[in-house]
């Protein structure tokens, strides 16, 4: 718990909570995914296979009710605490659009908006590409004539409140399978140049795929020492979709539960650590497809929860903008963090993450000068 009384999220007076969207019906889904590929190099057969997932879903992905749960806990738990800011909603691919979001802050008067993402990981697309799009967002509205400024909390993978939860569902889905299963991490697979260029560079990059790595050893740590013996565990990959052509981090998930089966391993508790909620990569290629193949070579599967609603996740994200605003103030309030890399900055270096093909204004960057405040505000 934490103490109520010394929270503030000033000098912010709104908070948004931005993240990716998704289809609501049948006919959105060929235009959103055209959004979201949008000069992205993705094979037409990619397209159409991933419209078929959709169509399985009715059209409808699940993301943006679980964002809508997430905004009700989280106001929930801001009033808890005192902190009466508005808290708005916006997306890069689908209504409600950040930019509109945003525009619609500023005409109810707000300048400065806290955003968190619901995305846990360094790398361009769960980073860098969301400060794109607020720089995007606050550039099209200062040329309205509407001024306003962003900032944004740390990728918060290795944060309590995200990661406790994830060990106690990994531990759950082990439950659930013979003694000597295996813990499979899975994360969203990118290109191996985008992993190549995650983070800030130095030993601190590939950011990505060794957030990951470090998320799953603490979490393996937690389980084992839960169960009084280690256990055995890997980090794979999912939903890859670039061309063939084009290297992407391996393995993929299904050609891993076959690895295990030909290895003699009882069984698989897949654990979703890199997807902060059952999105369609989580109920179509890990629920559906992954759990396809593993009912066909005879794997016992298992399917580890995602944080979703978890109260100690929603207590950690309102801890996170409350620590973001400390920063602000010029404070230097306490950054918890588990496993070895420590916090990371708040305040993206320059060229973190950055897109080798384009370069594209990014918020929330050592670079970034808000058209509101002279000499930028951090
Ligand atoms: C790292 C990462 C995350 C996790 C971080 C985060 O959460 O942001 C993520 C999340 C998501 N990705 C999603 C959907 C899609 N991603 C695509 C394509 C791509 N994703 C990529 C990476 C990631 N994606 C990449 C490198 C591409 C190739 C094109 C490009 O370089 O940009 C495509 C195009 C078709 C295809 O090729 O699959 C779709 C439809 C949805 C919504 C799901 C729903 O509707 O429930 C969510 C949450
Ligand atoms: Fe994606």
């Not at 990951?212 to 937690?222: K, T």
Request: include cysteine; proline fraction near 8%; charged fraction near 20%.
């Amino acid at each position: 718990m934490s103490a109520a009384t010394n929270d503030s999220l000033d000098p912010y007076d709104s908070v948004l909570l931005l993240s990716f969207g998704g289809p609501e019906g049948p006919d959105d889904v060929l235009p959103f995914l055209r959004n979201v590929t949008a000069g992205r190099g993705i094979p037409d057969d990619r397209l159409a296979e991933v419209a078929e997932h959709y169509a399985l879903f009715d059209g409808r992905s699940p993301i943006n009710d679980q964002n809508r749960a997430l905004l009700a806990a989280l106001r929930t738990e801001l009033d808890g605490r005192g902190l009466d800011q508005p808290l708005l909603w916006g997306n890069r691919n689908w209504a409600p659009y950040v930019t509109d979001a945003l525009r619609e802050a500023h005409d109810a008067g707000h300048r400065r908006v806290l955003v968190v993402t619901t995305s846990a990981y360094s790398s361009y697309s769960s980073c860098r590409q969301y400060r794109e799009d607020l720089a995007g967002a606050v550039l099209t509205l200062a040329a309205e004539g509407r001024g306003l400024d962003v900032a944004k909390v740390r990728p918060y993978f290795n944060h309590p409140g995200f990661v406790e939860p994830n060990a106690e569902a990994a531990l759950q889905a082990l439950a659930q399978l013979p003694a000597g299963a295996h813990l499979v991490f899975v994360t969203h697979s990118v290109p191996d140049v985008m992993d190549e260029a995650s983070g800030p560079g130095g030993d601190l990059s590939p950011a990505y795929s060794e957030q990951h790595r470090d998320v799953a050893a603490v979490v393996a740590d937690a389980v084992g020492r839960e169960l009084g013996h280690a256990v055995p565990w890997e980090l794979v990959y999912c939903s890859r979709s670039g061309p063939p052509s084009q290297p992407w981090l391996e393995p993929d998930v299904g050609d891993h539960l076959r690895a295990l089966q030909a290895a003699g391993v009882p069984g698989a508790a897949v654990c979703p650590i890199g997807f902060v909620s059952d999105h369609l990569e989580v109920v179509y290629d890990l629920d559906t497809e992954a759990r396809e193949v593993a009912d066909e070579i005879g794997l016992p599967f298992a399917r580890a929860a995602t944080v979703g609603t978890d109260r100690r996740f929603v207590t950690g994200l309102v801890d996170l903008l409350v620590e973001r605003a400390a920063q602000a103030r010029g404070g230097e309030p306490e950054r918890p963090s588990l496993g070895s890399r420590g916090p990371t900055p708040s305040t993206c270096p320059v060229g973190c993450c950055q897109n080798l093909r384009a370069s594209r204004p990014a918020a929330c960057g050592e670079d970034w000068t808000s058209p509101l405040v002279a000499g930028g505000a951090r």
